[in-house]
């Protein structure tokens, strides 16, 4: 992972080299919090040791089991899900992967008509085993395979914490079962069992994943400039700190798009604490060019725009034309216009003061996917120590939780009297 603050430099907000020499002093104290925090195997941190402490072996040995299937449907939510389904989403395969990460009963109803139930492993995720929307998932799931004549049991799997009902469920049927690594949050799981059972069941190398980790781990230093990862986490925040309070995040990729997905809950979910943190915003280029680069480039001064793309992709060439005011499309290809594409994009933001950073990878493959998610990871985790945040905690979260949960009878919440609550303007 490479990354380039130049356009960053003299914008509107902006920093100096100067703002970038003070606050390395900061940097290096925050990477020794971080260091020792890893060292310890602390709440949170544990997380960036995940490259190292993570077993593809226990991965592997858990899906042998399922010859090659023709799909996979993850059943999770949040960071029990994205993690998997970027790097599904960027990896290609012959094994379909599919995600229900939300309750909307249509989508569910429609995901199940359309898969061929009898060749697809289901992989359950839940860290607690107690979560609503994966249960309840999970339940008609099971239930609609049951109705198709298939024997759920020999095409789940299950990936939980040591306690919880589906922990309960994997040791009365003998369900293959893979652990949640202790001191992880769901949303810095994607190197660990979380996240790599899917790309297994796909046939990817899981341990070339977790060589890029690696990289990653060894690129932190105690200087913003000797680490693409603290560089980025301290520029956003000291952007932040100066007004950029949306990062939008546009990788120049379409198999990138749910990095970008990815990225919005783990930045959010960490950094949106005391009344502080960047906003996230998700796009996807060359395609958002042409809707939500307007507002970036002429709208308030308060945003970051990353862009995010691999140096090295297959191509496609534009065949020869003799159409009136395309002929110089001719003869190029579609990665070259791509990479035009990416260019104007950042200088067109650049022409208007607009803050934006590089970040590039070689290309989109498992190493530099491994390095990619754990460089994010590491910035986030630098930036909470800058911003002075609890980063791995996720209160607001957890009310809801337990607002819904009261709501549908899981017990008693006052979360849960709040809905009553409600004020009500209403305009029929």
């Not at 922990?167 to 799981?189: E, K, M, Q, T, W």
């Not at 994607?190 to 890029?212: N, R, W």
Request: glycine share 10%; with cysteine; charged share 25%.
């Amino acid at each position: 992972m490479r990354v380039d603050l130049g356009n960053a430099l003299a914008t509107t907000p902006g920093l100096t080299t100067a703002t970038l020499d003070r606050l390395d002093d900061r940097v290096a104290a925050a990477h020794e919090r971080i260091a020792a925090g890893m060292a310890d195997d602390e709440f949170g941190y544990a997380a960036l040791t995940l490259p190292e402490t993570a077993d593809p072996d226990a991965i592997y040995a858990a899906v042998e089991g399922f010859d090659r299937p023709e799909a996979v449907l993850t059943v999770g939510i949040g960071g029990s899900a994205l993690g998997a389904a970027t790097l599904s989403n960027a990896l290609d395969s012959d094994v379909d992967a599919y995600v229900l990460d939300n309750v909307d009963p249509d989508e569910t109803r429609r995901r199940l008509v359309d898969l061929p139930l009898d060749d697809t492993v289901v992989n359950v995720v839940s860290k607690s085993g107690t979560t609503a929307e994966t249960l309840a998932n999970f339940l008609v799931v099971r239930e609609a395979m049951a109705d198709a004549g298939v024997d759920w049991t020999e095409r789940t799997l299950v990936t939980t914490g040591e306690s919880g009902n589906l922990r309960r469920l994997a040791d009365r049927h003998d369900l293959p079962l893979l652990p949640v690594p202790d001191g992880v949050p769901g949303r810095f799981s994607a190197l660990s069992t979380v996240g790599l059972a899917v790309a297994a069941l796909q046939g990817h190398d899981v341990e070339a994943v977790l060589a890029g980790g690696r990289d990653g781990m060894d690129a932190l230093a105690g200087s913003l400039y000797d680490s693409p990862a603290y560089a980025y986490g301290a520029a956003t925040y000291a952007l932040a700190e100066r007004g950029a309070l949306t990062n939008a995040v546009m990788p120049y990729a379409e198999s990138l798009e749910t990095f970008a997905e990815w990225f919005a809950q783990l930045w959010a979910e960490s950094l949106g604490k005391d009344g502080l943190g960047q906003t996230p915003a998700r796009a996807l280029g060359a395609t958002d060019q042409h809707s939500q680069l307007q507002l970036y480039r002429a709208g308030p001064p308060d945003k970051l725009v990353t862009l995010v793309r691999p140096t090295e992709r297959a191509d496609a060439p534009i065949p020869e034309t003799d159409l009136d005011g395309l002929a110089y499309l001719g003869g190029s290809s579609l990665g070259g216009l791509l990479d035009a594409e990416f260019e104007a994009t950042e200088a067109s933001l650049a022409a208007a003061d607009v803050p934006n950073v590089r970040v590039e990878i070689d290309r989109v493959d498992e190493r530099a996917l491994g390095e990619l998610l754990f460089g994010m990871e590491a910035a986030c985790v630098l930036y909470g120590e800058l911003a002075s945040v609890s980063t791995f905690t996720q209160p607001a979260v957890e009310w809801g939780k337990k607002a819904a949960r009261g709501l549908l009878g899981g017990g008693d919440f006052e979360e849960a009297e709040a809905v009553a609550e409600k004020r009500e303007l209403r305009i029929d």
